[in-house]
Each structure stands twice: as C-alpha cells, then as structure tokens.
C-alpha cells in the first residue's frame, strides 16, 4: 500500500512547538513579527501570502502584508524594503515572487538584509548552505527545508539515497540539491534540457518535480520496482483552473512506495519551515 506524505501530522506536531516557542519569546519581550511584500494581485501569490499570514498568526506571530500595486515604482518599493531592514521591531521579511517584469531587474537576493531574509535568498544564507557551515546562524530556503523535514519526520533516511529533482530555480532545485548533498544524498538535477530525463528518474530513489507543469510525471518516469519516493512541488491549475501537482497522482499512486499529495504536502511544509526562520530569526533578539 503507496504511503501518502500528508504534511498535516508533521504540521500539528510542529505547530505546537512553534506555539510554545511563540509564548516564550513574548514572555521575554520579543514578539515574532513577518512582513510581507506583495506586488500585484497573481492570484497563487495572493492565496500564498494569505496562508502564510494565517499560520503566523496561528502560532502566536505578528505578520503584515504590503499590498503594493503592480504599477509601483522601483525607488518607492526599494524604499519600503529599507524602512523594514531598519525596523527592530521586524524579524523577517519576504518578497512575494514573481515580481512584474519592471521589478524583474532587481537583484532580488541582496534586497532584504541577510538577519532578516527568512526566505534564504540572501548570498550569505546561500553562502552557508553551499559550504554546509554555520546554518544554525542562517536561513534554508523554505520549500527545500520543509521537504527535508517531511522525509525526516516519516522517518526515510536521506544519507546514500540517489536522489533526482527535476527542476532547477533559485527557489527550489538548486537550493535543494545542496542540502541534499549535505545530507549525503547523491543529487541529479535536471531540467528542460537533460538527455534521457526518463531514464534518470527511473533509477533514482527519491524523485523531486518542481517544474510547474501540470501532471507531467505520470508512469513513463518511474521504475517498476514500485520502491520510489516521489516528491510533488507543483502547485498548477488544470485545464478547468483546479489546482493540480507536477505528478499525475492518479497514474502514479499506486506504482510508488511513497507520494506526497497536492494540495496538503509540500505547500503546507514551506509555510511551517517559513515560520521556524521566522522564530529563529526572533530567537536572536532575545537578551540573554
Ligand atoms: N513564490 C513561490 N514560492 C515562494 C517562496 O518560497 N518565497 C517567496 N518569496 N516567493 C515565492
């Protein structure tokens, strides 16, 4: 029987250390606060924002979203970014991506200052996840943490497994092919341009689809041993706007060893490895 990585366990467990965490760092006067850049009105970043501003709220935090109109000009939205990184009162600060095309230009990483960048974007977070030193003191990417805690939390090993993650962005492929490979993972990463993409997935262990097309995966890219994992970043909408996963979960269900679902697996662990940067950040202004 396939076994499906639902993040809500791992989500109510975690959730009631982040809220007992919350209590006390407002008992020593800190309280956890997130603000949120939001340009435009994409309808994905606007449901992401939301989710992430009720689960900060539900663990005890403070979190604000700046809704900032598509149109903004560069110099009043770098403004606010400066007025954040200078508020002690803030903790952490996201960027809610995509930005327009008139912010694309924008080196994106370097914006919100390291202390601050719960995302991990920052070249010193990344800086420490490629060197594998110091990470208690720096943030990991989101998307990539929460799936780490997931396969960790049912219990999977990751040191030896061949892993292949289809998918190569700043946000989710290339970060997570390096904290894999700090856990002793062997990493492919592939994408729109890798010979023999089939072949690649059918031999590894754990198979990661973060591409953005709709149930792309289907049976073609898994082995018959039914011993794979198989890790669904997608968050798309199908041709009648029902939001769906990379993996054509009904195709592949039943020929894995394991599956996380879409919606309630990954999306939910980035939102909840969000929230552990957040309170690692605030854990910092504690006077001890
Ligand atoms: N858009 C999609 N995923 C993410 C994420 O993890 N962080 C930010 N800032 N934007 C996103």
């Given at each position: 029987m396939t076994q499906i990585l639902s993040a809500a366990p791992v989500r109510k467990k975690i959730t009631k250390d982040l809220k007992s965490e919350c209590v006390y760092l407002k008992e020593n006067g800190v309280v956890p606060y997130l603000k949120v850049l939001l340009v435009g009105n994409n309808p994905s970043s606007v449901i992401y924002t939301n989710s992430k501003k009720k689960y900060c709220e539900k663990i005890g935090a403070k979190c604000d979203i700046i809704s900032l109109n598509e149109n903004v000009h560069a110099k009043q939205f770098l403004d606010i970014i400066e007025n954040i990184n200078n508020d002690?009162?803030?903790h952490g600060c996201i960027i809610q991506l995509p930005l327009p095309p008139h912010l694309a230009h924008l080196d994106i990483g370097k914006l919100v200052s390291s202390q601050k960048d719960i995302d991990g974007f920052h070249p010193e977070n990344l800086y420490a996840l490629m060197s594998n030193r110091d990470l208690e003191n720096h943030f990991i990417s989101c998307t990539p943490k929460g799936i780490v805690s997931l396969l960790t939390e049912y219990g999977f090993?990751?040191?030896?497994k061949k892993v292949t993650i289809i998918g190569r962005s700043m946000i989710v492929g290339k970060p997570l092919a390096c904290l894999f490979t700090n856990l002793d993972a062997t990493v492919t990463l592939c994408h729109?341009?890798?010979?023999?993409l089939h072949e690649i997935s059918k031999s590894c262990d754990i198979l990661v689809s973060a591409v953005g097309i709709p149930n792309l995966i289907d049976e073609s890219f898994l082995s018959d041993k039914k011993n794979q994992i198989v890790i669904d970043v997608g968050m798309n909408s199908d041709s009648s706007g029902n939001l769906c996963g990379d993996v054509d979960f009904e195709k592949v269900k039943d020929l894995v060893y394991a599956i996380t679902p879409v919606?309630?697996?990954?999306g939910p662990m980035t939102i909840i490895s969000l929230m552990q940067n957040l309170l690692q950040a605030s854990k910092k202004r504690l006077s001890l």
């Open positions: 002690s009162d803030v090993q990751i040191a030896g729109s341009k890798t010979h023999d919606p309630g697996g990954v």
